[in-house]
């Protein structure tokens, strides 16, 4: 499946701040571990400056995009 991953960069749950925006586009997977208080999640995420894909695991406060898939 193709899409446009636009660089919108994140949300940074600290401060509050936008970061990244037009650099890297980040999003959510919808695999979540850890216990609370911190439940984690990963993100994949592009980065302008090469042409993969990453992969990361987060806490779930911050704010990455989500891309909504129909089964």
Do not use: C, H
């Amino acid at each position: 499946m193709l899409f446009p991953a636009l660089p919108g960069g994140y949300r940074n749950n600290n401060n509050g701040n936008f970061n990244d925006l037009g650099n890297n586009a980040n999003f959510w997977s919808a695999t979540e571990f850890g216990a609370s208080p911190t439940i984690y999640a990963w993100r994949r995420f592009l980065r302008e400056s090469t042409l993969k894909v990453s992969r990361t695991d987060q806490p779930k406060k911050m704010g990455y995009s989500i891309r909504l898939v129909k089964e």
